[in-house]
């Protein structure tokens, strides 16, 4: 599936739908054996909650990954790529594909479906379809530098969601996530910001 240009529209759709039949002071439990992180796994006394901003970021969060593991894979396809920038997209690739898996189970656990991709929304830092193909067309050392722009700007609204989420979420692994990502991608930031001012 190409998640390229994954989602808002539909995104924001299913969440509406959703939210719908959700008051914002209704909360949710969830069977404490949810799957989730390393970690994130609740007493079994305490059934886990959730709330309208929990599914928000969940459902935002995921194409929002999807396309950052996107952007990597067009990155490590090419030649040429400065060998920091490589490491970089690795590294991008091996945290957020588990961390899509993670939050889809979730949905499922929550009884919601996973958001379905639709062409040419943007979100939340994401790239356009005209800033995906400048991606894809690049040159192996341009596409260095590019890819940094691009991942900085895209980390940025990964931060802003998880500061969304850790000021009115609830779900306690969905915190947890929520901070793993906004001291992840925020460090992230600072090394590629380094990289891309010697390029």
Do not use: Y
Not at 76 to 105: C, F, N, W
């Amino acid at each position: 599936m190409n998640f390229r240009t994954a989602a808002l529209a539909a995104s924001a759709l299913t969440i509406a739908l959703v939210l719908a039949g959700c008051s914002a002071t209704t909360t949710t439990t969830m069977p404490s054996d949810m799957p989730g992180m390393p970690g994130m796994d609740s007493p079994s006394n305490a059934a886990p909650q959730f709330n309208d901003s929990d599914i928000a970021f969940v459902m935002q969060m995921i194409p929002h990954h999807q396309q950052a593991v996107e952007m990597a894979d067009i990155l490590l396809d090419k030649t040429d790529v400065d060998s920091r920038v490589v490491e970089l997209a690795t590294q991008v690739k091996a945290a957020q594909g588990p961390e899509i898996t993670t939050m889809t189970s979730w949905l499922e656990t929550w009884g919601l479906a996973a958001p379905e991709p639709m062409e040419g929304m943007v979100m939340n830092g994401m790239m356009s379809p005209d800033e995906m193909d400048a991606l894809t067309n690049a040159s192996g050392p341009d596409s260095s530098k590019l890819f940094l722009q691009q991942m900085i700007q895209h980390h940025q609204g990964a931060i802003d969601m998880a500061n969304e989420e850790l000021s009115a979420g609830m779900n306690a692994p969905a915190l947890t996530l929520a901070k793993a990502i906004l001291d992840a991608q925020t460090a992230e930031i600072a090394t590629m910001q380094s990289i891309l001012d010697t390029l």
